[in-house]
């Protein structure tokens, strides 16, 4: 793991343990002021070594998160295509359930089932038109020869 | 997405409101009428509520695939008065992708 003393990471590193340490000191600064009789520092004092384990909680998140990268792991969430920015004011296009009437399995392969073609015409509707919601389907073009 | 960024929203406000409270009222209050009541009520709150902040922060940075950096200054800007407004504003506006308040549902 060379890359993980490039000048960044050990800026990182350094940030890590100075903030730890920090937030260790003053929870025991807090300790040492509560021990004196200020009795609200009993709060603080177990709110500081909280925020001292979060910073060591990250810190070793984006170690992970830099070790899967390096060793070409896939992350743990893979970005999928309904996930990416959407343009403001674009519609929505998350995948919805869609009703559609199904059939038996009887006849088809034939190759002429209207339902089927009709179904199929609505699907590359959908396709050709990313941002429309199922209701806006408006029917089979006329022109098209059944 | 929309649910983290609403959740670090919501945090947010309630944070920046509740700092202003200790560093506007409370802390004149205690150093220069000698009257801690505020802050030793505030204060401890203001310490979880803080905690809150961090974590809606840290999981909102980590679905929007914020940079490391980002999410640092990002936690850090709720610890200064007044500023955490601005941050929570250059959030929901430049950092998080179709932020947009409410999606176009239907026409």
Redesign the interface.
């Known amino acids: 793991m060379k890359g993980l003393w490039s000048p960044a990471w050990v800026a990182r590193h350094l940030l890590a343990l100075v903030l730890t340490v920090g937030c260790l000191g003053l929870g025991w600064w807090q300790f040492s002021r509560a021990a004196d009789g200020n009795s609200i520092s009993y709060g603080y004092m177990f709110q500081w070594p909280v925020f001292g384990g979060f910073v060591v909680f990250i810190w070793l998140r984006e170690i992970q998160l830099f070790r899967r990268k390096a060793t070409g792991e896939p992350p743990a969430e893979p970005a999928r295509a309904d996930r990416a920015p959407r343009a403001p004011g674009a519609p929505v296009t998350f995948g919805r359930p869609v009703r559609v009437t199904s059939r038996p399995a009887h006849g088809e392969a034939t190759g002429n089932d209207p339902e089927l073609e009709a179904y199929n015409d609505y699907l590359a509707w959908l396709a050709a038109h990313p941002g429309a919601r199922p209701a806006d389907y408006p029917g089979r073009v006329p022109a098209e020869p059944q | ?1 929309q649910g983290a960024l609403t959740r670090y929203r919501t945090i947010a406000w309630i944070v920046g409101v509740v700092l202003i409270l200790l560093v506007v009222i409370g802390m004149p209050l205690k150093y220069l009428g000698d009257n801690p009541v505020v802050v ?1 009520t505030v ?2 709150f203001h ?2 509520l803080y ?1 809150v902040y ?2 809606a922060t ?1 999981d909102l940075a980590r679905r929007v695939h914020w940079p ?1 950096s980002r999410m640092v200054l990002v936690m850090l800007s709720g610890t200064i008065p007044f500023l955490s407004f601005w941050a929570e504003r250059k959030v929901t506006k430049n950092w998080v ?2 932020a ?1 308040p409410e ?3 239907s026409k």
């Open positions: 997405m030793e204060g401890p310490g979880f905690m961090l974590v840290f490391f992708p179709s947009a999606p176009a549902l």
